[in-house]
């Protein structure tokens, strides 16, 4: 291994015409399929049982793994089902008044354990996301799904309780199909800990082979079935939980993709051939959210319950720098609350210019006077504030201390209150905080902005940590959401994006490009802004530029 | 030993000694300029420690004429917050272990010449002090009081570093108990803390000089972990431990970040130890075999 | 015979109070153990509260105290709600890591700084005890995580010789020989060893070199030398053996590393190790683990301190009449 290591490093091009060679042999029996693809992870999932798994890592695995009826298309568009491409279901009808889909099951699929999968198990699955017993933090987002019935073993119904735009997208996007046979026992309430939720069995494309925890998680192609067979043997995630080496691994060929590559990576990317760089859209902004509300006596915030205090300091904030400083050219500017991948996005609308200027004007103007050490003060009370922010996060780490230079420089003392992640969510959970370094992702529903920004999720529960409350603005959401023409969406979320703007309840920073780098010897596709792996079965790797660990798993080692 | 005894306890030809140590002046004059470099230079220097000057194009700069150590990722100026930087760590580390020093020689003398049942006691006390992870403690602290000033953070280290220490002295003491110095000045009617200031002592600085001096430089790197947890020097604010664990994530491309702090902190710890080493040296003449 | 079963059962008391205190205090500490994951999750209160109930955390600490010692008592040390598992079997499978890579860099450092505090002790105050004493201390004042990062870049980017981190090859085949999974394992070992070394090997080295020197001094040493017995047999018969006390109770001090004395270097290194699974455990509040792990850290410090306490006696002639005659305390 070392020594191939080395030969890799001096002549890439001999290696290549060596594994070509090696290739030859086996090409006679497999041509087209074939190949093992390493992902470097820095991140371990929680669980493998997709209504309870919270990490984007365990959604990821879980994609592969199992099937929804339907999937998302590149476009993200979420309305309707036109953009839909069958996966479990072959093909779907609504009925008349709309109110319930029958999805025809594909009668090949199987569950990797040999079993025919059936409508039973769409009965199944959605009633254990609704149930409410299950934790699943996918049930709030299917409050319009009523229930889902068979009508024959391979022809399910779900039924829905109001005609809505989106209502294909809840049940295609946010169910993955389980298997009954497997999970009919199992207490709803701890499904974390059954067995299955650390050795899925599902339906897709890769099946589960190992997990050894805090190193791999190994998954073979499933041939069980009758269905198409994905192109690629093998699928290993190996977990790194420092970034850098977790990069290094892909730089060093012993993996194959890592998904976050930090700017200060990209030189070294653009300089290794054997490196491709892939840019998508994220689903992710990152905000600093101002508290309006003081927590202890449920009145305006001493500082920021004045929204021209929210404007000025937007103002001050030099976004494009800040932007440049911590993500080079991986981010743009954010706009507001959604991302340029959402079909709310509204590429009209323009950040709030940066003036230092204007914004030292405002505050003289709101009675925040300059003392002697050049710091605001209002009737004895200092321009003053805290904003709490998690360790565990780089980029935001980076953006707060940012953000403390600039504030300064207008009169403003900001003092960062850093915890891990367990203490930054106390805060958030008791509304104890001035303002927090947040950073949201969005499912590719525009509806998605409700869960942080309306006014019902600035009660207990909810995601508007800051308690930013707008009738105006809900009801822009609102109309948008309940829209059924994309461009009459469009139009109320355009209001509903001006309106917030106003309030400025926050300084959108930043929304990251994902940056993910693959090895160049695979041909990839159906790359998605919520997914870049969503299509990772149809990948290959050329009979030509297979390597060593590309070749056929000898039979037996796996199961 | 005979030799000692006769000189013990003269602290005036100690100093004497150490002052004719080579090794130890030298130290004692590295100490003592970066002292100075940290307590004036910041004074000195044209940036302030906490000045972004140009967060989109002077990121990671190299050293140059304008930046001796060149900029960090924030576009600050490497050296003036290095300077600046040095005050806290210096005085967080050196007060810790004193601290954490002076607790545990206490702690094991007293174990070391105490009756087997206090000793006992005293060092299963150790053990579960030991085995609670810090990470804990500090975590549970923080819950209680979110915003910690610096003099209790360096009480706090202090008090949760002294059980190496502690157990190093005690199993001294106890090797040295009945030694027939200790037996002999025991029989000639010594009182128990003159007995332990005047003839025990001496005998366990050696170890305890050796792991204090690493610990110097283990408290200056802790205290960076420590504002992992939101304990700590909090950002902006420079201290060395926190400079090199930020430069760190550049290592590759901007290295002289973390090394220069990591240059001073190792000098400090190099001087600490000679000073030790020399100070152990001076306290026991008779380490010299000719 | 009554000192061992006395130690024993003083050791007992001690990962007792170890087990009470860590599960109060983690209890304290913000956060709880289903809010860690994200700070967007739709997870409401009502759900949190729920899952407490069946994972058996809700009620009061005194509850679940008793709760808990109910299951100890049975051998079952809980839930480990952030790995999916019971705690005895995550434990079960990151301590053999740790013993792995931290016994090897123990000895190893061990064997390197005895060795190298002897030969300094040998030549003190010469140009080589200098140098030696300057390379050792230069290692150990590294920053432990600025150092692994380091070696990793070095041995397995740089010069491409060693694997990226991790514990084993995970495209090893299942059926390969015996000796190719040991020379991979062994290949994975190197540069996190290399580091610990680095870090480990400084206060050995010098503690070695301090209790040689002190005990060179001594009378009995010097006696023996007047007897006429030589030099080299002085040092190994009479200096070597009594100077052990130290570097002994360092040893025992060591033991306790197995567990959490490596997080940063397992971090940078990927090792799947018992410092990772701690720090994992406190950073997403799962009480169980985190409680399980500090009684494995607690058993480890109470072996360390008496294996400590009895090989000193072993060794040390003085501190063996002490034994025999406890009526001089």
Redesign the interface.
């Known amino acids: 291994m070392p020594s191939l290591r080395c030969l890799r490093l001096m002549l890439p091009p001999l290696l290549v015409a060596c594994s070509a060679s090696n290739d030859t042999s086996s090409s006679v029996s497999d041509a087209s399929t074939g190949g093992t693809i390493v992902i470097s992870s820095p991140a371990e999932p929680d669980n493998l049982m997709p209504p309870v798994t919270t990490a984007l890592s365990g959604r990821q695995v879980e994609d592969l793994i199992y099937e929804h009826l339907a999937n998302i298309g590149a476009s993200q568009n979420t309305v309707g089902d036109k953009d839909f491409t069958p996966s479990l279901a072959r093909s779907w009808s609504w009925a008349p008044d709309s109110l319930s889909i029958s999805f025809r099951l594909d009668s090949a699929a199987r569950w990797h354990d040999g079993k025919p999968v059936r409508a039973r198990d769409v009965q199944f699955s959605v009633a254990l996301y609704l149930n409410p017993a299950s934790g699943s933090a996918t049930t709030t987002l299917l409050s319009n799904i009523d229930s889902a019935s068979v009508r024959d073993s391979l022809t399910a119904v779900v039924w829905f309780k109001a005609r809505r735009p989106e209502q294909f997208f809840d049940i295609a996007y946010q169910v993955y199909i389980l298997p009954s046979h497997l999970l009919v026992s199992t207490d709803p309430s701890k499904l974390a800990a059954s067995p299955l939720a650390m050795a899925p069995i599902g339906s897709g494309p890769f099946r589960f082979v190992r997990w050894d925890a805090k190193q791999t998680i190994e998954l073979a192609a499933d041939s069980t079935g009758g269905r198409r067979r994905a192109q690629l043997d093998r699928v290993v995630y190996t977990m790194a939980p420092d970034p850098n080496t977790a990069f290094t691994r892909v730089a060093a060929g012993e993996a194959d993709v890592f998904e976050a590559v930090r700017p200060d990576k990209l030189a070294e990317v653009s300089a290794n051939p054997q490196l491709r760089l892939y840019l998508l859209p994220s689903l992710d902004y990152s905000y600093l959210g101002f508290n309006l509300v003081d927590s202890k006596t449920n009145r305006p915030h001493r500082i920021f319950g004045d929204v021209r205090v929210r404007r000025a300091l937007t103002m001050a904030t030099d976004r494009r720098s800040i932007v440049a400083n911590i993500y080079d050219s991986l981010a743009i500017v954010s706009r507001g609350p959604f991302t340029a991948a959402q079909a709310s996005s509204d590429p009209t609308l323009l950040p709030v210019a940066y003036s230092v200027d204007s914004a030292n004007a405002i505050l003289d103007a709101a009675g925040w006077v300059r003392g002697v050490d050049s710091l605001r003060s209002r009737n004895g009370v200092p321009f003053a504030f805290s904003i709490a922010v998690p360790t565990t996060s780089v980029a935001r780490m980076r953006a707060v201390v940012l953000l403390q230079e600039q504030f300064r420089r207008i009169g403003a003392n900001a003092t960062i209150d850093q915890s891990d992640m367990g203490g930054f969510f106390q805060r958030l959970k008791s509304r104890n905080f001035d303002a927090i370094m947040g950073a949201f992702h969005a499912d590719p529903s525009p509806g998605s902005v409700r869960d942080a920004w309306s006014s019902a999720s600035a009660a207990k529960d909810g995601n508007n940590f800051g308690a930013y409350r707008s009738p105006a603005f809900d009801a822009q959401v609102d109309s948008g959401t309940a829209a059924l023409a994309p461009d009459v969406m469009r139009k109320h979320f355009a209001a509903a994006w001006r309106i917030i703007a106003n309030d400025a309840p926050s300084i959108w920073l930043a929304e990251p490009r994902q940056a993910v780098v693959i090895n160049s010897r695979f041909v990839t596709t159906g790359m998605r802004p919520d997914a870049w792996w969503a299509a990772l079965a149809q990948w290959r790797v050329p009979a030509d530029k297979r390597i060593t660990r590309d070749a056929p798993v000898v039979a037996g080692s796996a199961r | 030993m005979t030799a000692f005894l006769a000189s013990g306890g003269d602290w005036q030809s100690v100093l004497r000694r150490l002052r004719v140590d080579q090794r130890s002046t030298f130290a004692a004059g590295a100490l003592i300029s970066i002292a100075a470099l940290v307590l004036f230079g910041p004074l000195l220097t044209a940036y302030k420690p906490f000045e972004q000057l140009d967060i989109a194009n002077l990121v990671n700069a190299r050293p140059s004429s304008q930046h001796l150590l060149g900029t960090d990722a924030f576009s600050r100026d490497v050296l003036s917050r290095v300077l600046s930087g040095g005050r806290i760590s210096l005085v967080v580390a050196l007060s810790a272990v004193f601290i954490e020093t002076a607790i545990g020689v206490t702690w094991g003398m007293i174990a070391g010449l105490a009756a087997s049942r206090i000793d006992a006691f005293m060092m299963r006390c150790v053990d579960a002090a030991m085995s609670v992870p810090r990470v804990l403690l500090l975590l549970a602290i923080l819950a209680t009081a979110p915003q910690l000033p610096v003099w209790l953070l360096v009480v706090l280290l202090g008090a949760t570093g002294w059980f190496g220490t502690a157990r190093l002295v005690r199993s001294e003491v106890r090797a040295l108990r009945n030694t027939d110095f200790v037996l002999a000045a025991r029989a000639l009617g010594a009182e128990s803390s003159r007995l332990a200031i005047r003839h025990v002592l001496p005998h366990v600085v050696g170890p305890v000089l050796v792991a204090s001096t690493l610990a110097v430089g283990q408290v200056i790197v802790l205290e960076a972990g420590l504002s992992w947890l939101g304990i700590g020097v909090r950002p902006p604010q420079p201290s060395w431990g926190n400079i090199i664990r930020d430069g760190t994530e550049f290592l590759a491309t901007a290295p002289w970040v973390s090394i220069a702090p990591g240059a001073f902190l190792v000098i400090v710890v190099l001087a600490v130890s000679a000073l030790g080493d020399g100070l152990r040296d001076a306290l026991a003449p008779r380490h010299l075999p000719r | 015979m009554r000192a061992l079963s006395?130690r024993l059962w003083?050791?007992v008391?001690?990962l007792a109070?170890?087990a009470t205190?860590?599960f109060?205090?983690?209890r304290?500490?913000?956060?709880?153990p289903f809010?860690?994951?994200?700070?967007?999750?739709?997870?409401?209160?009502?759900?949190r509260a729920?899952?407490r109930a069946?994972?058996g955390l809700d009620g009061s600490i005194g509850t679940q105290y008793v709760r808990w010692i109910g299951s100890l008592l049975r051998g079952d040390l809980g839930?480990s709600?952030?790995?999916?598992?019971p705690v005895t079997s995550?434990i079960a499978?990151?301590l053999p890591h740790s013993i792995w890579l931290m016994g090897t860099a123990l000895s190893i450092a061990f064997a390197l700084g005895m060795s190298l505090g002897a030969w300094q002790a040998a030549r003190?105050?010469r140009g080589v005890d200098r140098g030696v004493?300057?390379v050792t201390?230069?290692g150990?004042?590294?920053?432990?995580?600025?150092l692994a990062?380091?070696i990793?870049?070095s041995g397995?980017?740089w010069l491409?010789?060693?694997?990226?981190?991790?514990?084993?090859?995970?495209?090893l085949?299942?059926?390969a020989s015996a000796l190719i999974v040991l020379r991979?394992r062994l290949?994975h070992l190197v540069l996190p060893v290399t580091t610990l070394v680095i870090l480990i090997t400084?206060?050995v080295a010098?503690?070695q070199r301090?209790?040689l020197?002190?005990r060179?001094?001594?009378?009995w040493v010097r006696t023996a030398t007047a007897k006429g017995v030589s030099a080299g047999k002085v040092f190994r018969r009479h200096a070597w053996r009594?100077a052990l006390?130290?570097i002994?109770?360092?040893g025992?001090?060591a033991l306790?590393a197995l567990v959490?004395g490596a997080v940063f270097v397992e971090?940078?290194?990927?090792w799947?190790g018992m410092g990772?699974?701690?720090?994992g455990a406190?950073?997403?509040?799962d009480y169980h683990l985190?409680v399980g792990?500090?009684m494995v850290?607690?058993l480890l410090?109470?072996i360390g301190?008496a294996l400590?306490?009895v090989v000193?006696q072993y060794l040390?002639p003085?501190?063996v009449?002490?034994a025999s005659t406890?009526a001089?305390?």
Do not use: K
């Open positions: 006395q003083q050791s008391v001690v109070i170890v205190a860590t109060v205090l983690i304290l500490a913000p956060g709880d809010s860690a994951a994200l700070e967007n999750s739709r997870i409401t209160e009502a759900v729920q899952w069946a994972y839930w709600t952030s790995t999916n598992q995550a499978h990151a003190h105050n004493g300057f201390l230069l150990g004042a590294l920053p432990d995580f600025w990062l380091v990793l870049l397995a980017y491409r010789l060693f694997p990226v981190g991790g514990a084993s090859d995970p495209l085949p299942t059926n991979d290949m400084a206060p010098r503690q301090a209790a020197l002190d060179l001094g001594a009378e009594t006390g130290p002994i109770t360092l025992g001090l306790p959490g971090h940078v290194f990927a799947p990772q699974l701690a720090a406190v950073a997403s509040r985190v792990c500090a850290g607690a410090v109470v301190s400590a306490d000193t040390d003085r501190t009449t002490d406890p001089a305390a």
